[in-house]
């Protein structure tokens, strides 16, 4: 049975710590329960397990963002892979959406990435894509998770029957070209200049290429990691450095990454951000006048600004909410066969093109819109106005279930009564870090704030250790 660093069974881990799986695979601090080397090797194990009882021959594609922790992370799954007879296809560093398309195009039986995302570079985490390129469900995650703790790996493979490692070099250009089918064959992006940030991640040696193949003046940023600069002070989370390169060069556009590239921010001429809810609110009804809104359905979260539901619900297109998290966002596509949808934070979905979130894709789709049409990016979020929103972080000692937080659910109740039918309230927590999530939306921007902070006194007083400072 794997051990860990401190000669813990998995079964006297599993007993005391919270489940492997969050809304987004396994994440944490490298090197820290549960994102180790030993759970790695195990996971790899697991998926190689569930894997084996489907019969015949299999093979997994394992990627990887520039964390220095990935290197460890990938010798330890593609090991655990090969240990129980399945095949890996190794192709480095690419984004998470490009991994899923490599697992499809390969016809591999799972895909897994090794990233944690937008998180600093000392966080790391795993993502498994099934044949589909689709995320698993809760069921085959619970599934793997109980193999792992419980050690029951099945009976090894025989000698001549382990699995073998391939590394595959092609994989950045094969995407390039999928990618750029996304959009019309006589429609380029000649005349335009745009400002590029990769976070210094999986984008580096692919987003560039994708704008510039496509005839647009590219200026890059970004774009040399070195393990240690993953998402530090760049890309989506941090694109005030890329909102000033866009007015220094006078781009027309910026557009920003986070680590995996499975999510964007873009930036406008005139330097103000454009965040997941305008590029959703610009490419649905840009969908919609051309007819190309499958079903006339849009599906988004709950943490999307009450404005943008009004408005798609004026434009006539139905509104379908889910949880946090864009595996629930596809989900619920599926579900109910839509086929575009998204999240605040940047992750858009075009199902007809992607089975998951592609920033590169989603900004392709805008500059696209803005070529038809002829208008700045400005222009395209002129008819969208959004409620003022509020959204404050609380660090917490221990996820306590809500239900149970009697001074939290009081004032909820009180600050939903004040706001009436004009706004909303949401507490939540975050499903890949400690954190406590405060949401508060209205029409007036004043009550807005009072609404939020008081909840946030809250949640410190029961449960927080510490507030970050606030996001509107």
Known sequence: MTSFANNESLDMIGEHMKRLFGTDGIRGRANL?????????????????????????HRVVVGKDTRRSCYFFENAIIAG??????????????????????????????GIMISASHNPFFDNGIKIFNSEGY??????????????????????????????NKRIDDVAGRYIENVKSTIPKGCTLAGMRLVIDC????????????FWE???????RGDEPNGLNINDNCGALYPQALQQSVLDHQAHVGIAFDGDADRVQMVDENGQLVDGDQIMAICAQHLLETDALINRRVVVTVMSNYGLIKYLQKLGIEVITTK?????????????DAYFGGEQSGHLIFRQYSPTGDGIIAALQVLRIMKETGKSLTQLT???????????????????????????????????????????????????????????????????KNCCHTLVQAVEKEIGACAESAVI
Do not use: W
């Open 135 to 164: 995320k698993l469900s809760d069921e085959l995650e619970a599934e793997i998770e109980r193999i792992v703790l419980s050690g029951d790996f099945g009976a090894l493979p025989a000698d001549h029957e382990v699995g073998r």
């Open 324 to 336: 946090v998290g864009d595996r629930y966002v596809i989900q619920g596509m599926r579900d109910q």
């Open 199 to 210: 976070a210094n991640g999986a984008a580096c040696r692919v987003a560039p290429l994708v």
């Open 214 to 220: 496509l005839g647009a003046e590219v200026i890059v």
């Open 81 to 110: 892979l090969c240990s129980m007879g399945v095949d890996t296809l190794m192709v480095g560093p690419l984004p998470t959406p490009g991994v899923a398309f490599i697992t499809t195009a390969y016809r591999a039986a799972a």
């Open 382 to 448: 002129s008819s969208f106005k959004r409620y003022p929103q509020l959204l404050m972080n609380v660090h917490v000692r221990k996820k306590v279930p809500l239900e149970q937080l009697k001074l939290v659910n009081d004032t909820i109740a009180q600050m939903e009564a004040l706001l009436k039918d004009t706004g909303r309230v949401l507490v939540r927590y975050s499903g890949t870090e400690n954190l406590c999530r405060v949401m508060v939306e209205g029409s007036e921007q004043e009550l807005v």
């Open 33 to 57: 329960y549960p994102t180790t080397p030993e759970i790695a090797l195990a996971l790899g194990k697991a998926l190689a397990t569930v894997l084996r009882r489907q019969g015949g021959n």
